[in-house]
């Protein structure tokens, strides 16, 4: 498997994380556990199947996924190549006018937001193309053109960077202290623009935080009160559905990410 990363140009950098290019010679079988970033993904060799809950279905060739509280599992036929945008938390709702958090859990075909002719013209210019560079400029120009906004929800950008400063242990009301809106209002625009609740973003980056501490701590019950765990059944509820594995499981043999 090759795996290169591309910094978006000047004018998606407040909204795209990276680009990346995923190729798979051989072909492979990947877990890929919650993230916080909506990921579109343009398939331009090959083909793919990705795994929810024991079922299986084939990857479109462009798609979106939306956040997600468990893992999926994504397998890679031979000589298949994809390219990934990743975009910054409540960056993908610069080009969609849809609630994102209709995506929760969903990775649907992406000509259920973008008009087919639009698609058509992308995917026959990724084919085209001679290397990866002139890939990315293709996907550039086609999000370029699909800009609906040039700026970030300030209100709810200071709730993300809130609850990644305290690594996700933070409750809803501790939140909300600082910001000039009522807990249901602040939810619904949360949900719409980052696609779930505060609460659900909350552990994810819990999680995730807890996974990368771990090599640092002496055993999982450090790792546990570190993230702010003190009940052990939640932790475990928590880290299963997150992981799909017990802790214990889990970190024997973690997966790629």
Do not use: C
């Amino acid at each position: 498997m090759i795996v290169e990363n591309y910094s978006p140009s000047a004018t998606l950098k407040p909204f795209i994380k990276a680009f990346v290019i995923i190729e798979s010679e051989d072909g492979m079988k990947n877990k890929i556990l919650p993230d916080t970033s909506i990921i579109m993904a343009f398939r331009f060799k090959g083909s793919m199947v990705y795994g929810i809950q024991g079922s299986q279905n084939m990857m479109p060739a462009a798609v979106i996924s939306g956040l997600r509280k468990s893992p999926r599992i994504v397998q890679y036929s031979k000589k298949t190549a994809t390219l990934l945008v990743k975009f910054n938390e409540g960056g993908a709702a610069a080009f969609f006018k849809e609630p994102l958090h209709d995506l929760f859990e969903q990775s649907i075909s992406l000509d259920n937001l973008v008009p087919r002719y639009k698609l058509t013209q992308v995917e026959e210019q990724l084919e085209e193309a001679k290397n990866n560079a002139a890939r990315i400029s293709v996907v550039e120009r086609f999000l370029v053109s699909e800009l609906k906004k040039s700026s970030d929800d300030l209100l709810v950008y200071s709730a993300i960077q809130k609850i990644k400063s305290t690594n996700g242990a933070i409750r809803i009301n501790e939140l909300l202290e600082d910001l000039p809106i009522s807990r249901d209002p602040f939810e619904k625009r949360f949900r719409r623009i980052i696609g779930t609740s505060p609460k659900q973003f909350s552990t994810i980056v819990r999680i995730k935080d807890l996974i990368n501490i771990y090599p640092q701590k002496q055993n999982l019950t450090d790792t546990a009160h570190a993230a702010g765990y003190f009940d052990q059944a939640h932790f475990i509820k928590d880290f299963k559905s997150f992981t799909g594995q017990t802790p214990l499981t889990f970190f024997k043999t973690p997966p790629r990410w």
